[in-house]
């Protein structure tokens, strides 16, 4: 299908996973042919887990969303490639607002964004524990959303194409009739 080709296309191949100096320490493991499929659950599966992984700190994420797919037994490379997410770029607002909902869940006092105030080391002490609460929440929301997302689409483009499937059988067959248009007649 179009899904299924367009992931191959954007997702790294085996060999570039084997030889990524990072992955390395799973050696045989990552030879499971579990870790390569592209079906509704192992990509789903591979959703939830990079998805929640990105929300995690930005050291190890790669080992992190690795190790996640190794065990769960789901698509390794996209688990791999969603940790990207998370870059320069993202970093500030994904991690303020991962602080800022668990500020609110621990009813801690908020401190605004100021790039001063986040840089200095010592104020990290007071925004540690609502940044683990808020990024573990929100990678929780992200894992489930991705995966309930990648499942409907999945299926979405199933029942398109066996509509388009039927729709191109019945018009190739002229005298194909459906029990619903028995009925009508």
Not at 9 to 28: D, W
Not at 29 to 34: F, H, K, T, V, Y
Request: aromatic share 12%; proline share 6%.
């Amino acid at each position: 299908s179009g899904v299924k080709q367009w992931l191959k296309r954007i997702t790294p191949n085996r060999a570039q996973v084997r030889e990524h100096r990072q992955l390395r320490v799973f050696g045989k493991r990552l030879q499971d042919p579990g870790l390569w499929h592209l079906n509704r659950r192992s990509v789903a599966g591979a959703f939830a887990v990079g998805m929640f992984v990105m929300y995690l700190p930005p050291l190890g994420q790669l080992l992190i969303a690795a190790a996640g797919a190794i065990v769960f037994r789901v698509n390794l490379p996209i688990s791999v490639a969603l940790v990207w997410i998370t870059n320069p770029v993202t970093i500030p607002p994904m991690y303020y607002f991962a602080y800022l909902v668990g500020a609110w869940i621990l009813g801690t006092p908020v401190h605004t964004f100021s790039v001063e105030y986040w840089l200095e080391w010592r104020n990290w002490l007071d925004v540690l524990a609502p940044l683990t609460v808020g990024g573990l929440v929100c990678g929780a929301l992200c894992s489930a959303l991705g995966y309930l997302a990648v499942q409907a689409a999945w299926r979405w483009n199933l029942v398109r194409r066996i509509r388009l499937r039927r729709t191109r059988y019945r018009a190739a067959a002229p005298g194909f009739s459906t029990p619903s248009s028995k009925r009508q007649t």
